[in-house]
T-cell receptor
Framework: AQSVTQLDSQVPVFEEAPVELRCNYSSSVSVYLFWYVQYPNQGLQLLLKYLSGSTLVKGINGFEAEFNKSQTSFHLRKPSVHISDTAEYFCAVRAGNNRKLIWGLGTSLAVNP | DAGVIQSPRHEVTEMGQEVTLRCKPISGHDYLFWYRQTMMRGLELLIYFNNNVPIDDSGMPEDRFSAKMPNASFSTLKIQPSEPRDSAVYFC????????????FGEGSRLTVL
């Protein structure tokens, strides 16, 4: 069975500082990996995804993530955050042809001035 | 193109009442998902449809919950009777077939059962 662990439930950071949101997964088969963002009182939207190929994936709003198969990780990074990045971030994994996404519990990113 | 449309955005009801949540997926999408989000349990997949057919309803918590998709452009999630523990935000999402399978979420229906 697959599982996703987001290692930090809350990450406070100052504006213009770098940030890393950590995600580890477990799966016995090949996976597709996703990061979604949820702004207050909104639905989730896709930030980026890893399907295959280059392990460094770039997404919207200046975010990027690196797939590390040996460490079964897919950490999300941004070199300089803005106040507007304050949101909940979810890591998710899909194994093979299974349509179901397995979700992490989310990381709340709070960007302070 | 309009995104996924959910209604109502907010619903406050009393225990024992019937609740119906509605969803219009993005036109042309083959899959429709119903999720529930709470602080305690995070995002839970309740049920999903492919081409209007329910594929997996193992996440539906009890017989009080039911979902239908009578056509490609409409789905409902019904709770009857509702209980306070059903209070949550319910999301509908749709996607195209394929491994990319990006989910497009609606803005959610916030349900409060008193």
């Amino acid at each position: 069975a697959q599982s996703v662990t987001q290692l930090d439930s809350q990450v406070p950071v100052f504006e213009e500082a770098p940030v890393e949101l950590r995600c580890n997964y477990s799966s016995s088969v090949s996976v597709y990996l996703f990061w979604y963002v949820q702004y207050p009182n909104q639905g989730l939207q896709l930030l980026l995804k890893y399907l295959s190929g280059s392990t460094l994936v770039k997404g919207i709003n200046g975010f990027e993530a690196e797939f590390n198969k040996s460490q079964t990780s897919f950490h999300l990074r941004k070199p300089s955050v803005h106040i507007s990045d304050t949101a909940e971030y979810f890591c998710a994994v899909r194994a093979g042809n299974n349509r179901k996404l397995i979700w992490g519990l989310g990381t709340s990113l709070a960007v302070n001035p | 193109d309009a995104g996924v449309i959910q209604s109502p955005r907010h619903e406050v009801t009393e225990m024992g009442q019937e609740v119906t949540l509605r969803c219009k997926p993005i036109s042309g999408h083959d899959y429709l998902f119903w999720y529930r989000q709470t602080m305690m349990r995070g995002l839970e997949l309740l049920i999903y449809f492919n081409n209007n057919v329910p594929i997996d309803d193992s996440g539906m918590p009890e017989d009080r919950f039911s979902a239908k998709m009578p056509n490609a452009s409409f789905s409902t999630l019904k709770i009857q009777p509702s209980e306070p523990r059903d209070s949550a935000v319910y999301f509908c999402a749709s996607s195209l077939v394929g491994p990319a399978g990006e989910l497009f979420f609606g803005e959610g229906s916030r349900l409060t059962v008193l």
